[in-house]
């Protein structure tokens, strides 16, 4: 069966410190990859995502994540986490083909920043 | 552009009454979907449309109703109210049926009583 999984559903980091946000997924072809945050009271916005190519992939606010086709994964960092970043992420993975493109979402992972 | 538009906000309904959701996007874009995100549950695809006049059904369709007249418009209808529709609900909107980046609305907060 197709899924996402979001191991940690919160984690918490100090101001300054590097983050890792870990995604985990089973499909049956490469899919479509895609990190989105949510702020609080917000609708979700589009961090970075993957299709094909380099499998190191930039974002915006300083996100990066890596595609790891071997280990099924697609983890988020930033080297250096700002308290503006305090938020809810969440790991999608979409068919790369077909017409049917419909995203399956991780639960997201909640990410408070200590001062 | 305003992006997607969701309206209301935040809406409180009776059991049994009937309401529409409004989403409306001015980006021309093809594909639109409504989740609903409920706590401990992510993000789950109620109902979705690839085009106008072309709808289909998510993986929580019971109790919700579209319609895609317009590029721009994808209402939502709750048919009859229940506690369970409690939750807050998104519209989301790409420009292609690949949904290669999917753009939000800000959400409607729903209360059934």
């Known amino acids: 069966a197709q899924s996402v999984t979001q191991p940690d559903i919160h984690i918490t980091v100090s101001e300054g410190a590097s983050l890792e946000l870990r995604c985990n997924y089973s499909?049956?072809?490469?899919?479509?990859l895609f990190w989105y945050v949510q702020s609080p009271g917000q609708g979700l916005q589009l961090l970075l995502k993957?299709?094909?190519?380099d499998t190191l992939v930039q974002g915006i606010k300083g996100f990066e994540a890596e595609f790891k086709r071997s280990q099924s994964s697609f983890n988020l960092r930033k080297p250096s986490v700002h308290w503006s970043d305090a938020a809810e992420y969440f790991c999608a993975v979409g068919p790369n083909a077909g017409n049917n493109r419909k995203l399956i979402w991780g639960l997201g992972t909640s990410l408070a920043v200590n001062p | 552009n305003a992006g997607v538009t969701q309206t209301p906000k935040f809406q409180v309904l009776k059991t049994g009454q009937s309401m529409t959701l409004q989403c409306a996007q001015d980006m021309n874009h093809e594909y639109m979907s409504w989740y609903r995100q409920d706590p401990g549950m992510g993000l789950r695809l109620i109902h979705y449309s690839v085009g106008a006049g072309i709808t289909d059904q998510g993986e929580v369709p019971n109790g919700y109703n579209v319609s895609r007249s317009t590029t721009e418009d994808f209402p939502l209808r709750l048919l009859s109210a229940a506690p369970s529709q409690t939750s807050v609900y998104f519209c989301?909107?790409?420009?292609?049926?690949?949904?290669?980046?999917?753009?939000f609305g800000q959400g409607t907060r729903l209360t059934v009583v």
């Open positions: 499909y049956g072809a490469t899919p479509y």
């Open positions: 989301a909107s790409s420009w292609d049926r690949r949904n290669t980046e999917a753009f």
């Open positions: 993957y299709f094909s190519g």
